[in-house]
């Protein structure tokens, strides 16, 4: 079976399950433990610079990783959808505005004058659909994730956030997929093994 096939019959198993999270009870004890496991491993930083995201229904929330980075004083920058297949990721405080993006996804309003930020990152925090412990990620098929990680020097921790559901055996891969440093979910955090050139995490 092609890499293409298997991804898609991943992809509708990974969205049911996504939904079924969305639709049924369940504590927010668990997307916390995700939250504090993942500030406890990457504490926010005084003049830190963070790619981070609002998450899909069903998803890990991510809104106390956001409080405590602000807080910190950190720099949190958001992504929004600029093209075909084609993220920028703008700066994002306390009360700045919200938009609803193609996807219904909350995307950062842009004051007039203001562009997105291209480099200095110092931690990536990346969304998706299911996940393995080789640092393995499969997304939602558009690529726009894909084509952002692979503009990223290699020094640049890439942290996956997702329930322990999402971790499957193996996600099929294509050569163009760029793995993470490392996944956090409501059990812990797996670090992938290293490569050369990955960072310090």
């Not at 200095?120 to 393995?136: E, K, Q, S, T, Y």
Request: glycine letters at 12%; proline letters at 10%.
């Amino acid at each position: 079976m092609l890499v293409l096939e298997r991804k898609e019959i991943l992809r509708r198993e990974s969205r049911i399950r996504l939904r079924e999270r969305a639709e049924s009870v369940h504590p927010s004890e668990s997307g916390d433990r995700a939250q504090e496991h993942f500030l406890r491993e990457f504490p926010p930083l005084a003049g830190r610079i963070a790619a981070l995201y609002c998450p899909l229904a069903g998803e890990v929330p991510t809104g106390r990783i956001r409080n405590a980075y602000l807080a910190a004083g950190a720099s949190l920058c958001y992504p929004r959808v600029t093209g075909k297949g084609t993220l920028a990721f703008y700066p994002h405080r306390e009360g700045d505005g919200w938009e609803t993006g193609p996807y219904g996804i909350p995307e950062p309003s842009v004051p007039a004058g203001v562009g997105p930020r291209v480099s200095g990152w110092d931690i990536v925090i990346v969304p998706g659909l299911a996940f393995d412990r080789r640092g393995n990620r499969l997304g939602h098929g558009f690529g726009y994730y894909d084509r952002f990680l692979g503009g990223l020097p290699e020094g640049v921790p890439r942290v996956g956030l997702a329930w322990a559901a999402q971790l499957v055996p193996g996600v099929p891969v294509d050569p163009w997929d760029v793995p993470l440093h490392a996944l956090v979910t409501e059990e812990g955090v797996i670090r992938i093994v290293k490569t050369p050139g990955s960072p310090e995490i």
